[in-house]
Each structure stands twice: as structure tokens, then as C-alpha cells.
């Protein structure tokens, strides 16, 4: 399965494009493969990653791997301090 990184290409907030970019170079850097899915092109998509993720109100970027659900950013970016990435992607 692959990692799924649910993000959207439409937002005001310099933070969540940061965050978002950050997720990229990482696993790009780590050569870990991984889809990326706007969730401003289709509201199907929206709420399947809302469905993933167990709320209503998630907002991007939420990462998966196939159809478990990983974690958001700040999940992420623990398993990168704490050195359990592959872990945290379910790989």
C-alpha cells in the first residue's frame, strides 16, 4: 500500500503550506514512496480523508498508508524526533 499524504493546494495559511512542504521533502529525501491527494479538487476526497482520519473536522495534511490511518503533522513530526518514521507510516 502506499503512503498517502492528503493535502490541499487552496489555503490562506503560510503554516499549513509549511507543514505540508515539509511532509513532501521529508519522505521524498527518505525515498519513501507516497500519493499526494488534493483535497481541493474533489469533496469526495475531503471526506474520505476526514473518514480516515475519525473526524468530522480534520483538517490537511493527514497521512495514511492505503486505508490505515497514520496521522496528522504534529504526529509526524514526533515520529521524526523520536526517529520511528517507518513506524508511524506502517511500513
Known amino acids: 500500500m502506499p503512503v498517502i499524504v492528503y493535502f490541499t493546494s487552496v489555503s490562506g495559511s503560510l503554516e499549513l503550506k509549511k507543514r505540508q512542504e515539509k511532509i513532501f521533502s521529508i519522505l521524498t529525501s527518505k525515498k ?10 474533489d469533496p469526495k476526497d ?13 483538517l490537511p495534511p493527514q ?23 517507518n513506524k508511524f507510516l506502517k511500513l
Request: glycine residues 8%.
Open 32 to 41: 519513501i514512496p507516497f500519493k499526494a491527494v488534493d483535497i481541493s479538487q
Open 46 to 58: 475531503k471526506d474520505l480523508m476526514r473518514g480516515k482520519a475519525g473526524s468530522p473536522t480534520a
Open 63 to 85: 497521512i495514511c498508508n492505503g486505508d490505515v490511518y497514520c496521522g496528522d503533522y504534529t504526529q509526524f513530526e514526533n515520529a521524526i524526533e523520536e526517529e520511528q518514521l
